[in-house]
C-alpha cells in the first residue's frame, strides 16, 4: 500500500513539475528576446565602429587585440559576444513564433545559462490551465508515475531476493 502511495506521489510531483514548462519557457523566450534586442545594438555599434575606420568586423577584432594585453583581452570577450549574439537570435527566431510542443521539442535552444538563470529568479509557479498545461501536466504524472513505480518495483524485487534466500 505504502508503495502505492508513493508511486502516485511521484506522479502527482511529475504533473506539478511539466506542467510549469509552457509558462517558465514563454518567459525564457521574453528574456531571451532582451538580450537580444541588447546584443543586437552592441554588434552594430562595433560594427558602425569598425566601418568608420574602413575595417570589417574581423579586421577590427584583429585590430583591437594588436593593441596590448588589454586590447587582446577585450577582442576575446566582442568576439565571445558576438557569437552568443548569433546563437541567441537563431534560437529566438527558432521559437517565437513556436507553441508549447514544438518548443518542449525544441529543448536545445533553452542553452543559455544566463538567460533561464534570470528567468528562473522571476518565475512564479502557478497552476495552469491551458490545454497546454493539462497535456504536460499529464505527461509528466505519466513520467514521475513510471519512474518512481519502476524504482519502487526494483527495490520490492532487490529486497524480495536478499530475504528469500
Known amino acids: 500500500m505504502l508503495s502505492k502511495v508513493i508511486t502516485l506521489a511521484g506522479g502527482v510531483a511529475g504533473a506539478a513539475s511539466f506542467s510549469q514548462f509552457p509558462e517558465f519557457s514563454q518567459q525564457y523566450i521574453q528574456r ?5 534586442d541588447e546584443l543586437t545594438r552592441f554588434v552594430a555599434e562595433f560594427d558602425a ?4 575606420l574602413g575595417l570589417s568586423r574581423e579586421a577590427a577584432l584583429v585590430d583591437l587585440a594588436a593593441g596590448g594585453d588589454m ?5 576575446e570577450t566582442v568576439a565571445g559576444t558576438i557569437t552568443r549574439h548569433a546563437r541567441l537570435e537563431a534560437d529566438l527566431r527558432a521559437l517565437e513564433g513556436a507553441g508549447p510542443f514544438t518548443r518542449a521539442y525544441e529543448m ?3 542553452s543559455d545559462s544566463e538567460i533561464a538563470a534570470r528567468a528562473w529568479e ?6 495552469p490551465l491551458t490545454f497546454e498545461g ?3 501536466a499529464g505527461a509528466g504524472f505519466l513520467a514521475g508515475f513510471g519512474l518512481i513505480g519502476g524504482l519502487m518495483g526494483l527495490l520490492r524485487g532487490i529486497f524480495r531476493r536478499r530475504f528469500s534466500v
Open 71 to 75: 586590447g587582446r583581452a577585450r577582442a
Open 108 to 110: 536545445r535552444r533553452f
Open 32 to 36: 531571451m528576446g532582451g538580450a537580444v
Open 122 to 127: 522571476a518565475y512564479k509557479p502557478a497552476v
Open 134 to 136: 493539462g497535456v504536460f
Open 49 to 52: 565602429d569598425a566601418a568608420e
